[in-house]
């Protein structure tokens, strides 16, 4: 894969057969997501497990995954720290893939 | 949840169409998986079968990639909490008067703090993350049937209820309560099911009913519920029937 607009036409398709999969990882992601940039923002201990389940429940406010970008988008920038859109978009992809094998690995 | 599987095709502008099965025979729900439904019903309110069926039910359902609600005997937390382990995605509570009725509904098909579902999803948690409540709570359906006179009394009070996410519509139920006869069309009942769809949509509440026939339905699906049955197995087997009987034997 290319990019990670490749990588998440893939999943797209992936995923269209297997819903269950695709609810299991895109939690267990956007908790890695919350642990990644609670990281950025300095973070230590408990206060990193609470803004992870912050964004997941940031993740159930609409379809889409929209409403996860825009938090990690305004906590970041209010915490005044520098990712690009991309670097974020890229992120997010990225751990898709680990989520998704990290699922995978519990079903095995 | 932005990827929990139905909630966003019920929040999407395409009406689902739900298959009613009251035979409680699993090869009954891959046939309506097979027919194109996009979601089950396993009545055990009325329909046959007894937990083991229902059992038999779900794991056809997740077989046939359709998501499944159950409808308990009665609106008892136990039997609430016994079909969500079992695997049904939600409920759908018969017998509902009060917003206290539904109140307690719903804190039987939520976990903490939300509500108060015991801990045991033997079954379910091989479709939810069961690591993340928040997520489980996303994914659960709570819905309680507006049937009786008292639901309409309260149905503003009853929408209002956090944690709740979906109403359903039994005409059938309703019509006796109203006006006392099982007339479906009856100005009364089309009135209260109008405003029970607006009122729902005011709230953010999903909105289902149960049509008899397709007749019925086609203005359901152009006022735009979220979920429609159109007859159950069980009526539409005997449809078939019929027709085939009248046919040949006249």
């Known amino acids: 894969m290319n990019s990670f607009d490749d990588r998440e036409k893939a999943y797209e398709k992936k995923f269209a057969h297997d819903a269950e999969l695709k609810f299991k990882a895109t939690a267990r ?7 990644w940039a609670a990281g950025l923002m300095g973070m230590t201990g408990d ?8 964004v997941v429940l940031a993740d159930l406010e609409e379809p889409g995954e929209e409403d996860v970008f825009r938090k990690i988008r305004g906590d970041l920038d209010e915490a005044k720290i520098e990712q690009s859109d991309h670097q974020i978009r890229r992120n997010m992809a990225e751990l898709m893939d680990e989520a998704v094998q990290q699922i995978e690995n519990e079903r095995e | 949840m932005a990827n929990a599987p139905f909630r966003q095709s019920l929040a999407s502008d395409t009406p689902q169409l739900m298959a009613w099965v009251t035979y409680g025979v699993p090869y009954v729900v891959e046939q309506m998986g097979e027919a194109g439904y996009d979601a089950v019903l396993i009545d055990r309110q009325h329909g046959l079968g007894d937990q083991s069926d229902l059992i038999n039910c779900l794991t056809a359902a997740r077989a046939a990639g359709l998501p499944a609600l159950v409808r308990p005997l009665s609106p008892d937390a ?11 995605q939600g409920v759908v509570v018969p017998l ?8 307690a509904c719903v804190r ?3 976990y ?3 509500g108060m579902r015991s801990w045991g999803p033997y079954r379910s948690q091989l479709m939810t993350p069961h690591d993340d409540l ?17 639901a309409v009394d309260n149905l ?33 009942v089309i009135e209260a099911c109008d405003l029970i769809l607006k009122k729902a949509r005011e709230r953010n509440v999903f909105a289902a009913i149960f049509a008899n026939d397709i007749d019925y339905a086609k203005p359901l699906f152009e006022a735009g519920w979220d979920l429609i049955t159109v007859g159950a197995d069980m009526s539409l087997l005997a449809g078939a029937a019929g027709e085939v009987v009248r046919t040949f034997k006249g």
């Open chain 2, 96 to 103: 509902i008067e009060t917003a206290d009725d539904a109140e």
């Open chain 2, 156 to 188: 503003e009070e009853i929408l209002s209820l956090d944690g709740l996410d979906m109403v359903l519509v039994g005409p059938n139920d309703l019509a006796t309560a109203l006006t006392g006869k099982r007339d479906i069309r009856a100005s009364e």
């Open chain 1, 47 to 54: 206060k990193v497990d609470d803004y992870a389940k912050g």
């Open chain 2, 112 to 114: 903490a703090p939300k």
């Open chain 1, 29 to 35: 992601r956007n908790k890695l997501l919350g642990i």
């Open chain 2, 108 to 110: 039987a098909v939520k």
């Open chain 2, 134 to 150: 928040d997520v489980v709570n996303a994914w659960t359906i709570a819905c309680v049937q507006i049937e009786t006179k008292g």
């Open chain 2, 78 to 88: 136990g039997l609430i909490g016994s079909a969500l382990d079992a695997g049904a």
